[in-house]
């Protein structure tokens, strides 16, 4: 079992002739990933060959999806357009797009994330994120997939960096699914919306959570927890020895007051009952500890 991408997602690349689409497209195939087609509009009807396999281009999202069933799009698009390519992956009613472009502004991710909710049909994670990978079954993003295998720990994660640290950490024990969701101030998928999806899925006996300063996530998090999941939650929250009043890291690491800070996230985790770790390496042995 894994959570919002699996054995049978068809996916497409948005920005595949691009650099990073054509190089991460590669490293998606070479980690399973069944990737159909791809999209970059006026390049409709070339081929991308990739050691060997042949994936068709279309002009659109819509024309990609006719032909091939796709159901879950990559964006590897420019910030200028990334507006445009997730409202095209919406109406084609892809039930998942992964958003890895930074830099994209605030207004048209505000733009897109209510166009999707309007929809209903589709699950936007990021932007400016990695994406998730459910190990040695399907990749969407850039996470490197030679550090994991499957297992039993869910991983939702606001750094990538950091995502990539901790599969590394238990990348013996290994992972039903790692999500990393993106550290801007508007994001598709929360961590909520992970904790839930790994409460509910049978085969996730544990939970990892990466947070960082700023905002009021990893509160609204622990609130969560403890109303609603019963399994085992190791928290990270970057960012404790932050200098104060020196903006650090993603464009949601803001903090307000006491709001936002390291110590007010702990705080709040620990008293949901999470297991919080002051560096990945410890959270990863109390993630250790807690699975022996």
Known sequence: MAIFLNSQSRVLVQGITGSEGSKHTRRMLASGTNIVAGVTPGKGGQVVDVDGRVIPVFNSVSEAVEATNADVSVVFVPPRFAKAAVIQAVDARLSLVVVITEGIPIHDTAAFFAYAQVGGVTRLIGPNCPGLITPDVSNAGIIPANITHSGPIGLVSKSGTLTYQMIYELRDLGFSTCVGIGGDPIIGTT????????????????????????????????????????????????????????????AGAIVSGSKGTAAAKQAALEAAGVLVGKTPSQAARLMRDLLA
């Open 191 to 250: 961590h909520i919306d992970c904790l839930r999806a790994f409460q509910d899925d049978p085969n996730t006996e544990a939970i990892v959570m990466i947070g960082e300063i700023g905002g009021d996530a990893e509160e609204r998090a622990a609130d969560f927890i403890k109303e609603y999941v019963t399994k085992p939650v190791v928290g990270y929250v970057a960012g404790f020895t932050a200098p104060e009043g020196k903006t650090m890291g993603h």
